[in-house]
């Protein structure tokens, strides 16, 4: 479709000539885009922000506790109390080949730690090197717990984000240093800047203390008990697969009933990723349709307003097909109108959109750290365009026919 200066010239001057009723129809185009960016930008927003609540967690992970019995068993009443110990760990490890890593970990409860004359009240866990499978830290400074902290027993310890901030108030890096944790000594091997969650063991990560497993049994007197049990699977292996013969593996040991999952409780990480994919194929399927379904209102709208304009404009057709106007420049020239009315909207709604993303991605930065990106990709915004520019020259499409099959001599007899 060639098109010269004179041309735009013209398409500029015919919608300007009832402005009115240009900006009426553009406005629904414009809004149709305007809820399709925003919608989309929203929705991937929205999903990052549910991602961080499970940031770090392996996506094949369970976990495994103890909780008081809800069925009786061989004799034993509901409502009994029991514990796993490290004898669980092997037995996971052996009869359930298909995972990958099982470890233990220990609960601490609350307490104070304290650096010269700075204090804070954190959560002290005990964990094996292996949990760092489990669970990824952020480590801002140092490292993680190595398997010589945990086979020497070793008085050292990973603080977490809030903790290195209030006993270290002046920043740097405080591994090497002393803090006192329940009237012990222990030095600080790394710090792991993870932020609070949706899913916490423990406490938050960003309010954790964590120490060698062996040395918190011996330190507390635990003995051989684990509060928890955590494990990933092989790669391709599905967890929920393996759920029941973890449960079946530990209910034997302790004469559980194999069928009390309040007993034995078993949370699957598996699960929960897959409904959050699940839930947002379903919210971006609904943007789409929202979307789309807004846009071809507008195109409509769009058509509706030329057809009008072609039949106020049935003398004028006329004339410049008795000067000579191919069919063709005619159909030219109203396509060009409805794909720049279009266009001009939708540019508009995408800019406007942008704006008001750009506006919410500010209002989620923390610190200068930015949470969650609300803003659409590029090629999303290209697609945006290109979709606009297709609807823009199907709703020209018609009016466009009708006034190329107008004769000149009806053209000109025209009231």
């Not at 591994?175 to 969650?197: A, F, H, L």
Request: proline fraction near 3%.
């Amino acid at each position: 479709m060639k098109i010269d200066l004179d041309t735009y010239r013209e398409i500029l001057d015919t919608l300007t000539r009832n402005k009115s009723r240009s900006l009426l129809t553009g406005f629904g185009v414009f809004w149709g885009v305007f809820m399709l960016v925003v919608l989309i930008g929203g929705g991937r927003g929205l999903k990052e922000l549910l991602e961080r609540n499970f940031e770090g967690f392996a996506n094949n992970a369970a976990f495994v506790w103890s909780q008081n019995t809800t069925k009786a068993y061989k004799g034993m009443k509901k409502g009994r109390y029991w514990w796993m110990d490290n004898h669980d760990v092997e037995r996971i490890q052996q009869r359930v080949p298909e995972l990958d890593v099982v470890t233990p970990i220990l609960f601490g409860g609350s307490k104070q730690a304290v650096q010269g004359d700075n204090y804070y009240d954190g959560f002290v866990l005990g964990v094996m090197t292996e949990m760092q499978k489990v669970q990824a830290p952020k480590m801002a400074y140092g490292r993680y717990l190595n398997e010589m902290d945990i086979t020497q027993l070793r008085k050292v310890c990973v603080i977490g984000k809030k903790v290195y901030q209030n006993l270290f108030p002046k920043g740097g890096d405080p591994c090497g240093q002393m803090v006192r944790i329940d009237k012990i000594y222990y030095e600080v091997v790394g710090v792991d800047v993870s932020e609070s969650n949706g899913m916490n063991f423990g406490g938050p990560p960003d309010e954790s203390m964590v120490i060698p497993f062996t040395l918190m049994q011996k330190t507390y007197n635990q003995g051989n008990s684990v509060h928890m049990i955590a494990m990933t699977a092989h790669k391709g292996v599905t967890m929920s697969a393996l759920t029941q013969k973890i449960r079946q593996t530990i209910a034997r040991a302790h004469l559980i009933d194999e069928t009390d999952e309040q007993g034995i409780m078993v949370f699957n990480t598996e699960l929960l990723f897959g409904m959050m994919d699940s839930l947002f194929q379903g919210v971006n399927f609904l943007v789409w349709l929202v979307g789309i379904g807004t846009l071809l209102a507008g195109a409509i709208g769009v058509s509706n307003i030329m057809m009008v304009t072609v039949k106020e404009r049935t003398t004028e057709i006329g004339i410049r097909r008795a000067i000579g106007a191919t069919p063709k420049s005619i159909l030219s020239q109203i396509i060009a109108e409805s794909i720049v009315l279009t266009l001009v909207a939708g540019m508009s709604g995408i800019l406007f959109a942008v704006a008001i993303l750009q506006m919410v991605e500010l209002g989620n930065t923390t610190d200068g750290i930015l949470l969650a990106h609300f803003q659409v990709p590029f090629n999303v915004a290209l697609a945006a365009v290109l979709l606009v520019s297709l609807l823009g020259a199907l709703a020209g499409m018609p009016p466009a026919l009708r006034a190329m099959s107008i004769k000149p001599v009806d053209a000109m007899r025209d009231e």
